[in-house]
């Protein structure tokens, strides 16, 4: 229903990739890993491509015109580092390995993008009433998840070889997972239609 009413709004904003996207790999998981109990080895791999790249499309819109070279140079660097870690990801026990490089490298974009997002907002010294800004709450919603995952997809190869509970640990990234989409979707209700 949100998304019915939001439509023109979520048709022309920057985030629309990256909410398709969401759409999308919850569908995915849901009903082809889930219920017709496909393996995710490729998806884990497929996925942070996709996401960097709506990410990126983002934080470039966002922030154009002035750090389009920087993120070209950005855009760059996440293919060499993309390409690692298809070398990287040779079989289903290195798979979270190459997570945890592409993982790291998308977070440390969305970081350095954060940074540039508040600097370009005081700089313009507008739309300092953040809570009404939808933008706000999309990279609000990044930042929370990407920074509280971040070492579990770091550490997620030494935890599934360890004795730990994997399943124990993976709980956060579903609980994170969880408070991203409500933070997105809230970003989706404060879009204004046109």
């Not at 629309?16 to 082809?32: A, H, K, Q, R």
């Not at 997002?117 to 953040?130: S, T």
């Amino acid at each position: 229903m949100l998304f019915y009413v939001k439509k023109t709004a979520i048709n022309s904003g920057p985030f629309t990739p990256f909410i398709w996207l969401i759409g999308f790999s919850t569908f995915y998981e849901y009903f082809i890993t889930h219920l017709l109990y496909t393996d995710a080895y490729y998806w884990f791999q497929i996925y942070p491509f996709l996401s960097f790249l709506a990410i990126h499309y983002f934080f470039n819109n966002l922030l154009k015109p002035k750090y389009q070279k920087l993120f070209k140079w950005l855009f760059i660097g996440f293919i060499a580092v993309y390409i690692c870690s298809l070398f990287v990801w040779i079989n289903k026990s290195t798979m979270y390995l190459a997570m945890a490089i592409n993982r790291t490298y998308i977070t440390l974009f969305i970081f350095l993008s954060v940074a540039l997002w508040f600097r370009k907002l005081m700089d313009d010294l507008k739309d300092w009433n953040l809570w009404h800004n939808p933008n706000f709450y999309f990279i609000l919603s990044l930042t929370l998840y990407y920074a509280s995952t971040l070492f579990l997809f770091l550490a997620s190869n030494f935890i599934l070889k360890s004795s730990l509970q994997f399943t124990s640990y993976w709980q956060i990234n579903a609980f994170a997972g969880i408070f991203f989409r409500l933070l997105i979707g809230f970003g989706i209700w404060k879009m204004k239609t046109d």
